[in-house]
């Protein structure tokens, strides 16, 4: 049993002892909590895969359970997409509740406080309350309301819940220690008057409970055993843990783990509205946002990112993991199962003078070499081809392989070429090649025993489909962008985040692709088709991750 113990993360060693000792009758229920305030994005996703996982491993269940105290940030719109997020990491919650469900318990339960000397209705503003709260090296005040009567309490607490009183002028606070080293023990605020429209409950309530007082005991009502919570709340635990037993009701354990900090990442969820609401980005599924949406629509597939969330794992303390290790991720998974095409993103024409016009050949071309099982597909070949235009140069230098005036290339799947003169404009750019083939050179027929340094891909000119072509990459350019606290975090917004290609070409067969259909564009990367195809008179691919991680040598070269 040691040597299975020894490879089960803090978490999971929790649920073993706990099952050993039938400390929840054997029972693992875990939830997902979220506030409907906002799209999910990375960090979430590791949390889902953590608690619907832990579900999962130990016959249990795992409740989908939104978070809805605060009206005021709350949508429908982010519920269903909360829901779709959910679904699509390829999860299935055994319930789905909300916090909303259980208003009027949580009321009555905070009466049940109030008669036990356990909280009490205070006059005090917000802004008073924490200017009271001390240091944690210095006692808090204790508010002048904090000895009202247990009649008068629940007098003022009841007429609080008929909207008797403005926005603010009272809360209900538990009465604990405000000499308490953990601050968050210092009479926190239970419920505060906020008298908004509710997505679900409507204006039913003009009060609504505080995170802390809901989130513990819904777990308790819904028989939660293992509320895991990322490390922030740890501080927290202390009052989770009072509330239910101050009440004597079922009490689930509180967990805490480290949450995904990513580098060269922007996490933050003030800092990613500001990126959306001020035009940085193009809304919350902008592919290069760490948004569950926008990994989509770049091309991440569910599977990746719950191997990413398993490579990561489970720690007790906060750490930074290195975004290379998700596009590692998702580069392993996409060169199983993405299908290989042909593409040039920068092209350059090439005119074989000594093929016959007029005269198509049909290539056969590999479709994914992972899968023996993908098998091969038809490119067309003719006399007038395009190349990249970076792999043409007139002078080049030592070490550049590919075509230059004079030399021979390959052309993948097709035949050798050299290329024998430039056609430049009046300005003196170079529009277009002159070459001639060898006939003997055809790949898989080749008779001529030549040996040449570079293989490029190319597409048929005539047979070409126009593209429009989206390079994605890093939104910031630090390692860490939450630890640049003295910088105005625009300044270090990435300006090469995303560079669109409008004249890229693409091979006959991306003519008519699915909105999320992914390819390998051979030697340029991994790519997806976006939604805007469906809208736009050609396909538009999002490049999702290139394929060998160049980053750190673009940055050296910076």
């Known amino acids: 049993m040691s040597d299975v113990k020894e490879s089960l993360n803090f978490i999971e060693q929790i649920i073993e002892k706990d099952e050993e000792t039938g400390k929840f009758g054997g029972r693992v229920h875990t939830r997902f909590p979220p506030e409907p305030n ?81 909280a009490f209705v205070c006059d005090l503003t917000l802004e008073e309350i924490a200017e009271r709260r001390g240091t944690p090296t210095e006692p808090g005040q204790e508010s002048p309301y904090r000895n009202r009567s247990v009649e008068e309490n629940l007098d003022l607490f009841q007429r609080m819940r008929h909207g008797e009183f403005s926005d603010g002028s009272k809360t209900l606070r538990a009465k604990i220690d405000m000499a308490s080293p953990n601050m968050h023990m210092r009479d926190p605020v239970l419920y505060r008057i906020r008298k ?111 191997k990413f969330a398993e490579r990561v794992g489970v720690a007790k303390r906060d750490n930074i993991i290195d975004v290379a290790l998700l596009e590692f991720t998702i580069r392993e998974d996409l060169n ?14 090439v005119v074989i003078t000594n093929y016959p016009e007029g005269q198509t050949e049909q290539m056969e071309a590999t479709n ?48 050798i070429i050299r290329c024998d003169d430039v056609v430049k404009n009046e300005n003196g750019e170079i529009v277009e090649l002159r070459c001639t083939y060898d006939p003997d050179s055809r790949s898989g027929q080749d008779t001529t025993g030549k040996k040449v340094k570079a293989t490029l891909h190319w597409l048929s000119a005539p047979h070409a489909v126009a593209a429009e072509i989206r390079l994605y990459d890093r939104l910031v350019t630090v390692e860490d ?17 995303l560079v669109v290609l409008p004249n890229a070409v693409v091979e006959p067969s991306l003519g008519e692709v699915e909105t999320g259909a992914l390819f390998q564009f051979e030697r340029k990367g991994y790519f997806c088709v976006d939604p805007d195809t469906t809208t736009h008179h050609k396909p538009v691919f999002n490049r999702t991750v290139t394929l060998k991680d160049d980053w750190a040598k673009q940055q050296q070269k910076g």
């Open 38 to 118: 906002g799209f999910l994005h990375i960090g979430h996703a590791k949390s889902i895969c953590l608690n619907f996982g832990l579900a999962r491993d130990y016959n249990g269940r795992c409740n989908l359970r939104f978070d809805d105290t605060n009206p005021v940030t709350e949508k429908v719109d982010y519920v269903q997409a909360i829901e779709e997020d959910v679904r699509w990491l390829g999860f299935e919650w055994a319930g789905k509740f909300f916090a909303s469900d259980y208003f009027e318990q949580l009321y009555q339960y905070a009466l049940q406080l109030i008669k036990s000397g356990d």
């Open 196 to 306: 908004a429209h509710h997505h679900r409950t409507g204006d039913q309530w003009p009060i609504y409970p505080m995170y802390d007082y809901a989130h513990g005991l819904s777990d308790s009502i819904e028989g939660i055993t293992h509320s895991v919570c990322t490390l922030e709340f740890e501080v927290h635990r202390p009052l989770y843990d009072w509330i239910i037993d101050r009440l004597g009701i079922y009490h689930p354990q509180q967990i805490e783990f480290a949450r995904l900090n990513l580098n060269y990442t922007i996490m933050s969820k003030r800092r990613l509205l500001e990126l959306v609401e001020g035009g940085y980005v193009h809304g919350w599924d902008d592919p290069r946002l760490p948004t569950i949406r926008g990994l989509r629509r770049r091309g991440y597939t569910p599977e990746a990112i719950r």
């Open 336 to 349: 199983k199962r993405a299908a290989r095409r042909l593409a040039v993103l920068d092209p350059l024409k």
């Open 368 to 415: 994914n070499p992972e899968d023996p099982e993908a098998g091969t597909r038809s490119v067309p070949f003719s006399r007038e081809l395009y190349i990249e235009r970076e792999d043409f140069m007139e002078d080049p230098p030592k070490k550049f392989f590919r075509l230059a005036p004079g030399r021979e290339v390959r052309l993948k799947y097709a035949y």
């Open 481 to 497: 962008p939450a630890g640049e606290k003295e910088r105005d975090w625009k300044e270090f917004l990435n300006p090469d985040s």
